[in-house]
T-cell receptor, first 112, second 114 residues
Framework: TQLLEQSPQFLSIQEGENLTVYCNSS?????LQWYRQEPGEGPVLLVT?????EVKKLKRLTFQFGDARKDSSLHITAAQPGDTGLYLC????????????FGTGTRLKVLA | NAGVTQTPKFRVLKTGQSMTLLCAQD?????MYWYRQDPGMGLRLIHY???????AKGEVPDGYNVSRLKKQNFLLGLESAAPSQTSVYFC?????????????FGEGSRLTVL
């Protein structure tokens, strides 16, 4: 059972456009992370949010954790070809087992 | 810095054969994880370890076994490989168990079972 659903699954946009990727669950998480993965490599952490309602900005990327800590969004402003990749959200389960559950992934392609 | 190293990077097996994937980390991390990645499924947790000598099941543990005899190494074994285990396998490590700790990943091991 996949606890974290991401949408959209695929996204192809032109350079300069804005986009939002969503990560949704019915479960509560102690923390929510976003990773980016490029072909042939492992995922690399972009950001961690731990407080409900928290918003973090990383240059053109804005991350938000839902108030109830069940969902998150990633917004990219003025996308660039270098943003191309697979974006994965990951939720830390609060049960004390310290498992990280990953979302289904959003594959983004930014065309020049 | 080597970080997290996985071996082998590629392997082709026949159905029923066995193999072991090795993950080694040089960051003195307590927590280690094995994930598999399949198209449209993101990363699914197979097994994980919260310290030397400990292991626990993740979301999809069937058909896999693991061992953590040394803190720096986490082994993933397939006793009798099946075509459904064709996937890319990623190992990750994490320094501590607090909320929000960063996962550091290896480059992946691509396994094909014929």
């Amino acid at each position: 059972t996949q606890l974290l659903e991401q949408s959209p699954q695929f996204l192809s946009i032109q350079e300069g456009e804005n986009l939002t990727v969503y990560c949704n669950s019915s479960s509560v998480f102690s923390s929510l992370q976003w990773y980016r993965q490029e072909p042939g490599e492992g995922p690399v952490l972009l950001v961690t949010v731990v407080t409900g309602g928290e918003v973090k900005k990383l240059k053109r990327l804005t991350f938000q954790f839902g108030d109830a800590r069940k969902d998150s969004s990633l917004h990219i402003t003025a996308a660039q070809p270098g943003d191309t990749g697979l974006y994965l959200c990951a939720g830390g389960l609060p049960s004390g087992t310290y498992k990280y559950i990953f979302g289904t992934g959003t594959r983004l392609k930014v065309l020049a | 810095n080597a970080g997290v190293t996985q071996t082998p990077k590629f392997r082709v097996l026949k159905t029923g054969q066995s193999m072991t994937l090795l993950c080694a980390q040089d960051m003195n991390h307590e927590y280690m994880y094995w994930y598999r990645q399949d198209p449209g499924m993101g990363l699914r947790l197979i097994h994980y370890s919260v310290g030397e000598g400990t292991t626990a099941k993740g979301e999809v543990p069937d058909g896999y076994n693991v061992s953590r005899l040394k803190k720096q190494n986490f082994l993933l074994g397939l006793e009798s490989a099946a075509p459904s285990q064709t996937s890319v396998y990623f190992c990750a490590s994490r320094r501590h168990g607090g909320a929000g700790g960063e996962l550091f990943f290896g480059e992946g091991s691509r396994l094909t079972v014929l």
